[in-house]
T-cell receptor, first 114, second 114 residues
């Protein structure tokens, strides 16, 4: 157990819908990262927040947005969902804002868009 | 854009043999290179990392080597065991779009045959 929690574990929804994925980082970690892992694919970096502010952005679609709240939990919002958005979404946390530190991954949320 | 290439995509070895996975990166400013292991249905976990100021790092049966001139780094697993079977991802810190990001390779599926 990494100490990072994600809810829900599974999510099934229809095209065009909007969903929110939630992540709670390890106690004391200030950085939260979001990754997308499609079937048999690598980890695509979406976005990073550090202490409530956006720190870095990857290949995140405009239909996707995220935020980090004062209690440091983070939410990833996916809207106008398409079949291709079906994937495993991981959240990770680390102590610092820099990327040269171990990232602790949560168990992931498996999103299925039908 | 900046990327990390990983080879091979699949690797099958006999228990007790060694396994080597190689990655190349394109950003000469990259300075942090972690390796993550992802067992089936589980979260990625850091197994070893190396920074650009050293050429090799070992941890029991696992070692990583870095060649900054050639811009490649490798994971070496000796005396492989069935529990080493998993997908392994390399990553490199990359300066992109005004921030550092961790860019992952596409993964290597390692199968250790008993």
């Amino acid at each position: 157990d990494s100490g990072v929690t994600q809810t829900p574990k599974h999510l099934i929804t229809a095209t065009g819908q909007r969903v929110t994925l939630r992540c709670s980082p390890r106690s004391g970690d200030l950085s939260v990262y979001w990754y997308q892992q499609s079937l048999d694919q690598g980890l695509q970096f979406l976005i990073q927040y550090y202490n409530g502010e956006e720190r870095a952005k990857g290949n995140i679609l405009e239909r996707f947005s995220a935020q980090q709240f004062p209690d440091l939990h983070s939410e990833l919002n996916l809207s106008s969902l398409e079949l291709g958005d079906s994937a495993l979404y991981f959240c990770a946390s680390s102590t610092d804002g820099g990327v040269s530190y171990e990232q602790y991954f949560g168990p992931g949320t498996r999103l299925t868009v039908t | 854009g900046e990327n990390v290439e990983q080879h091979p995509s699949t690797l099958s070895v006999q228990e007790g043999d060694s396994a080597v996975i190689k990655c190349t990166y394109s950003d000469s400013a990259s300075n942090y290179f972690p390796w993550y292991k992802q067992e089936l249905g589980k979260r990625p976990q850091l197994i070893i990392d190396i920074r650009s100021n050293v050429g090799e790092k070992k941890d029991q049966r696992i070692a990583v080597t870095l060649n900054k001139t050639a811009k490649h780094f490798s994971l070496h697993i000796t005396e492989t065991q069935p529990e080493d079977s998993a997908v392994y991802f390399c990553a490199a810190s990359t300066w992109m779009d005004s921030s550092y990001k961790l860019i992952f390779g596409s993964g290597t599926r390692l199968l250790v045959r008993p």
